[in-house]
């Protein structure tokens, strides 16, 4: 078994065998919703995300094993590899320690080391190192070198501690020791660069500010690393911010490994220059780079970790079904747009309406609504979240009222990335006749009939459920969300004669063309009628058909089985069942008392196992049961739709938008998101605001302080906490906190401050 498999088993909480079966899987070419759904006795049931980890470290280690015959081939080249150099560099098990054993043999320009070592220094160094009883100016004479420029004891001396400085800063073992000692106990500290201090305001928290760097979080790491990159701040690691001389325990780290002792020996002063010189010319900014490297991309890693958490809590958001919806886009000067659309999303009319100054149409839009609801018998209207969506929001409140028999709801739907989809060129092909603010309307209706179903058509890092996402690597983001929306759609199913092409293109074994051709396919034929059908579609065959079936549903086909979860190729398995109990497939669907009696280990044979077969069961229990919750909708307050109209103490209701690692961000209704920040989020320590809330929820707050000069909220879910008294012009000033309140983290100046900060930066993000 390779060490990879070993590795990643250990990783992943996974025995060998699995982990092998797995990557023998994904070089295959299967996909990992298929897998974690359809090979579950292959793998010994390994779950979507242990398989999605796998895959991500099976590419890390299989790079580090490149690099790593390129680096044996490279030290054996130079008939410098010796079976202990060997023995090192295949146990390496990370590219810091391998980069670190390459060190010494790596092409580099000439340096001044080198030029002593070929004017023959080399001998003279590891003299001195050897034997410190040896007198340094003495020895040196005996190594005069005119034509190479070492013309004095004091030129060859210099040329020997560049020799020694050089193989002193090359020693993996060292570096590793160095990195493990500053990883656990160095400081970060931040300040702010000379003259910066107006320009840089917003990072005002970080002008003198120092924390230890084990301990820096994501969202702070990433705000001091964008102060930086704007010459704002100035960064920099110290060993010990406690001593006289921070640096001197590193300097005695490099002394000790080395066997450096100063016993007032001839060579001791010398080789303590070496060690000082050592350490502040080529192993303190070394490794300052590559520890605050390894911070940004551990933060970078975090950030895109709660960026693909919350996108996953919004694309499994509740849908609000598949009825016929009005969509208001609000505005003022330019109108309201209006759609209407049927219950597949199909656009049935549009519109535009000016309720709102300077026009002040309100009777005339409230009419043409209302003719619009009766005439497509309208069960919902969505309302979108901008601006003078409050206002937009009373409107439709008069239509509800107006008509009584229809049952009519409306609900606040987030905006957010709608702008993105209506200029793309996805929504042109759509809609090629229709304004771009009218297909914002269609895409906010269509999000409250089917989130997943719409916001597939929108990039992921356009949907602003992140914190610092332009921040962190974008290949790694991009990745990661596609990740996300890919096993989001596979989990709830995709309706293949209904699917977009944006849609079916995220199912496991299917691409933009395929998805596209699948399209084209619908539109020339007709709806699909059975699965195999998708065998006819251009250049899709049987690897994509395997792969993707099992994900499609066909609703009022054939085959009762293609509206469900079970693959084609387990259809075999429940004839057998079937005929096993004289049943048809009409009469085992949804029977639960029946299925429940079915006995699994009856029907194990060669191609299915009791994992398997126990899935079938309880999908033909509940064929195509969508795992999304149920659809719930928020209550904005009346008469609460501006940030004028807030006052400290309200308790209100709204939608949590986007969750950070500091807190969570809540939509109240006056167009500008407010903060619970960590330590408001409940009655006792939260290490993870995810742990307690997700984006979607509905939640219950209070205001504890409106700061309406930088339009910042700060709010709380401990309904008991004390309010700070309304100040319109309010600074950093902390909300008063009630007396149980959470304590603060010792780094943080000022929690509501420090979020109020984030709010403003995520703020501009999100728009």
Same mark, same amino acid.
Request: with cysteine; aromatic share 6%.
């Given at each position: 078994m390779?060490?990879?498999?070993?590795?990643?088993a250990?990783e992943?909480?996974?025995?060998?065998?699995?982990?092998?079966?797995?990557?023998?899987?994904?070089?295959?070419?299967?996909?990992?919703?298929?897998i974690?759904?359809?090979?579950?006795?292959?793998t010994g049931?390994?779950?979507d995300?242990? #398989?999605?980890?796998?895959?991500?470290?099976?590419?890390?280690?299989?790079?580090?094993?490149?690099?790593?015959?390129?680096?044996?081939?490279?030290?054996?080249?130079?008939?410098?590899?010796?079976?202990?150099?060997e023995?090192?560099?295949?146990?390496?098990?990370?590219?810091?320690?391998?980069?670190?054993?390459?060190?010494?043999?790596?092409?580099?320009?000439?340096?001044? %080391?080198? $030029?002593?070592?070929?004017?023959?220094?080399?001998p003279?160094?590891?003299?001195?190192?050897?034997?410190?009883?040896?007198?340094?100016?003495q020895a040196?004479?005996?190594?005069?070198?005119?034509?190479?420029?070492?013309?004095?004891?004091?030129?060859?001396? =210099?040329?020997?501690?560049? @020799?020694?400085m050089?193989?002193?800063? *090359?020693?993996?073992?060292?570096?590793?020791?160095?990195?493990?000692?500053?990883?656990?106990?160095?400081?970060?500290?931040?300040?702010?660069?000379?003259?910066?201090?107006?320009?840089?305001?917003?990072?005002?928290?970080?002008?003198?500010?120092?924390?230890?760097?084990?301990n820096v979080?994501?969202?702070?790491?990433?705000?001091?690393?964008?102060?930086?990159?704007?010459g704002?701040?100035?960064?920099?690691?110290?060993p010990?911010a406690?001593?006289?001389q921070p640096?001197a325990?590193?300097?005695?780290?490099?002394?000790?490994?080395f066997? @450096?002792?100063?016993?007032?020996?001839?060579?001791?002063?010398?080789?303590?220059?070496?060690?000082?010189?050592?350490w502040?010319?080529?192993?303190? $900014?070394?490794?300052?780079?590559?520890? #605050?490297?390894?911070?940004?991309?551990?933060?970078?890693?975090?950030?895109?970790?709660?960026?693909?958490?919350?996108?996953?809590?919004l694309?499994?958001s509740?849908?609000?079904?598949?009825?016929?919806?009005?969509?208001?886009?609000?505005?003022?000067?330019?109108?309201?747009?209006?759609?209407?659309?049927?219950?597949?999303? &199909?656009?049935?009319?549009?519109?535009?309406?000016?309720?709102?100054?300077?026009?002040?149409?309100?009777?005339?839009?409230?009419?043409?609504?209302?003719?619009?609801?009766? *005439?497509?018998? @309208?069960?919902?209207?969505?309302?979108?979240? %901008?601006t003078?969506?409050?206002?937009?929001d009373?409107?439709?409140?008069?239509?509800?009222?107006?008509?009584p028999?229809?049952? $009519?709801s409306?609900i606040?739907?987030? =905006?957010?990335g709608?702008?993105?989809y209506?200029?793309?060129?996805?929504?042109?092909?759509?809609?090629?006749?229709?304004?771009?603010? $009218?297909?914002?309307a269609?895409?906010?209706?269509?999000?409250l009939?089917?989130p997943l179903?719409?916001?597939?058509?929108?990039?992921?890092?356009?949907?602003?459920?992140?914190?610092?996402?332009?921040?962190?690597n974008?290949?790694l983001?991009?990745?990661s969300?596609?990740?996300?929306v890919?096993?989001?759609?596979?989990?709830?199913?995709?309706?293949?004669n209904?699917?977009?092409?944006?849609?079916?293109?995220r199912?496991?074994?299917?691409?933009?063309?395929?998805?596209?051709?699948i399209?084209?396919?619908?539109?020339?034929?007709?709806r699909f009628?059975?699965?195999?059908?998708?065998?006819?579609?251009?250049?899709?065959?049987?690897k994509?058909y395997?792969?993707?079936?099992?994900?499609?549903?066909?609703?009022?086909?054939?085959?009762?089985l293609?509206?469900?979860?079970?693959?084609?190729?387990?259809?075999?398995?429940?004839? &057998?069942? #079937?005929?096993a109990?004289?049943?048809?497939?009409?009469q085992?669907?949804?029977n639960?008392?029946?299925?429940?009696?079915?006995?699994?280990?009856?029907?194990?044979?060669?191609?299915?196992?009791?994992?398997? @077969?126990?899935d079938?069961?309880?999908?033909?229990?509940?064929p195509?049961?969508?795992?999304?919750?149920?659809?719930?909708?928020?209550?904005?307050?009346?008469?609460?739709?501006?940030?004028?109209?807030?006052?400290?103490?309200?308790?209100?209701?709204?939608?949590?938008?986007?969750?950070?690692?500091f807190?969570?961000?809540?939509?109240?209704g006056?167009?500008?998101?407010?903060?619970?920040?960590?330590?408001?989020?409940?009655d006792?320590?939260?290490s993870?605001?995810?742990?307690?809330?997700?984006?979607?929820?509905?939640v219950?707050?209070?205001?504890?302080?409106?700061?309406?000069?930088?339009?910042?909220?700060?709010?709380?879910?401990?309904?008991?906490?004390?309010?700070?008294?309304?100040?319109?012009?309010a600074?950093?000033?902390?909300?008063?906190?009630?007396?149980?309140?959470?304590p603060?983290?010792?780094?943080?100046?000022?929690?509501?401050?420090?979020?109020?900060?984030?709010?403003?930066?995520?703020?501009?993000?999100?728009?």
């Amino acid at each position: 078994m390779s060490m990879i498999v070993k590795q990643i088993a250990a990783e992943i909480a996974a025995r060998p065998e699995q982990v092998a079966a797995a990557i023998a899987l994904l070089d295959e070419g299967a996909t990992v919703p298929f897998i974690a759904r359809y090979r579950k006795e292959v793998t010994g049931a390994l779950d979507d995300t242990q #398989l999605r980890t796998l895959d991500q470290r099976l590419s890390y280690l299989r790079e580090l094993e490149d690099r790593r015959q390129v680096i044996l081939k490279t030290i054996a080249e130079q008939g410098k590899l010796t079976p202990a150099l060997e023995k090192e560099i295949l146990a390496a098990d990370n590219k810091t320690r391998l980069e670190d054993l390459y060190l010494p043999y790596k092409t580099k320009r000439r340096t001044k %080391g080198q $030029l002593a070592i070929e004017a023959g220094m080399q001998p003279l160094a590891q003299a001195l190192l050897a034997n410190p009883l040896l007198n340094p100016e003495q020895a040196a004479l005996d190594y005069l070198n005119p034509d190479a420029g070492y013309v004095d004891a004091k030129a060859v001396l =210099e040329g020997a501690k560049y @020799i020694l400085m050089e193989q002193f800063a *090359e020693d993996a073992d060292l570096l590793a020791r160095l990195r493990q000692y500053l990883s656990a106990n160095a400081q970060l500290q931040s300040s702010v660069a000379a003259g910066k201090e107006a320009e840089g305001a917003k990072f005002s928290d970080y002008f003198s500010h120092s924390e230890s760097l084990k301990n820096v979080p994501s969202h702070r790491a990433l705000a001091m690393f964008r102060g930086r990159n704007e010459g704002i701040l100035q960064l920099q690691l110290v060993p010990d911010a406690t001593a006289e001389q921070p640096h001197a325990i590193c300097e005695q780290m490099v002394a000790e490994h080395f066997t @450096i002792r100063q016993l007032d020996r001839p060579a001791d002063a010398f080789l303590r220059t070496v060690v000082q010189w050592t350490w502040k010319v080529k192993l303190q $900014l070394h490794l300052e780079n590559d520890l #605050l490297s390894e911070l940004r991309e551990r933060a970078e890693a975090e950030a895109i970790n709660v960026f693909a958490r919350n996108l996953k809590d919004l694309l499994m958001s509740a849908p609000a079904g598949m009825r016929p919806t009005l969509a208001l886009d609000p505005g003022l000067r330019t109108g309201v747009k209006v759609t209407a659309l049927d219950e597949t999303g &199909k656009l049935l009319n549009y519109t535009t309406i000016y309720p709102h100054a300077p026009q002040n149409q309100w009777d005339r839009s409230l009419q043409i609504l209302i003719a619009l609801c009766k *005439e497509y018998q @309208i069960e919902l209207i969505a309302v979108g979240n %901008g601006t003078a969506s409050r206002e937009t929001d009373k409107l439709a409140g008069e239509v509800l009222k107006a008509l009584p028999q229809q049952r $009519l709801s409306k609900i606040m739907v987030s =905006e957010a990335g709608a702008s993105v989809y209506s200029a793309s060129e996805l929504a042109a092909l759509e809609f090629p006749e229709l304004d771009v603010s $009218l297909r914002g309307a269609v895409s906010i209706g269509r999000r409250l009939q089917d989130p997943l179903a719409e916001l597939v058509k929108i990039e992921p890092k356009a949907i602003g459920v992140g914190q610092y996402q332009h921040d962190v690597n974008q290949s790694l983001l991009t990745k990661s969300l596609d990740a996300v929306v890919e096993d989001c759609v596979n989990a709830v199913g995709v309706d293949l004669n209904t699917a977009s092409a944006a849609l079916l293109a995220r199912v496991a074994g299917l691409n933009k063309t395929l998805a596209q051709n699948i399209v084209q396919y619908r539109d020339e034929n007709g709806r699909f009628t059975e699965r195999k059908q998708l065998l006819k579609v251009p250049r899709l065959g049987p690897k994509a058909y395997e792969q993707a079936a099992g994900f499609l549903r066909i609703n009022d086909g054939k085959n009762p089985l293609d509206a469900s979860g079970v693959h084609p190729e387990a259809y075999p398995l429940v004839e &057998k069942i #079937l005929a096993a109990h004289q049943k048809s497939v009409e009469q085992i669907i949804g029977n639960s008392s029946f299925l429940h009696k079915v006995d699994p280990a009856q029907f194990v044979d060669e191609h299915f196992g009791l994992l398997t @077969i126990a899935d079938i069961l309880k999908e033909l229990d509940k064929p195509g049961r969508d795992p999304r919750p149920e659809f719930k909708m928020a209550n904005f307050k009346d008469g609460v739709e501006k940030l004028s109209d807030l006052e400290p103490g309200m308790l209100l209701e709204g939608v949590v938008t986007n969750v950070t690692n500091f807190g969570a961000f809540v939509d109240i209704g006056v167009h500008q998101d407010g903060l619970v920040h960590i330590s408001s989020l409940a009655d006792k320590f939260v290490s993870d605001p995810h742990q307690v809330v997700k984006a979607g929820d509905i939640v219950k707050v209070k205001v504890l302080e409106v700061d309406q000069a930088r339009k910042r909220i700060a709010l709380t879910m401990r309904l008991d906490e004390q309010a700070s008294p309304r100040n319109e012009n309010a600074g950093n000033k902390a909300p008063v906190k009630a007396a149980k309140a959470t304590p603060k983290p010792a780094t943080d100046s000022s929690n509501a401050a420090m979020g109020n900060a984030f709010a403003a930066a995520l703020s501009k993000l999100k728009k």
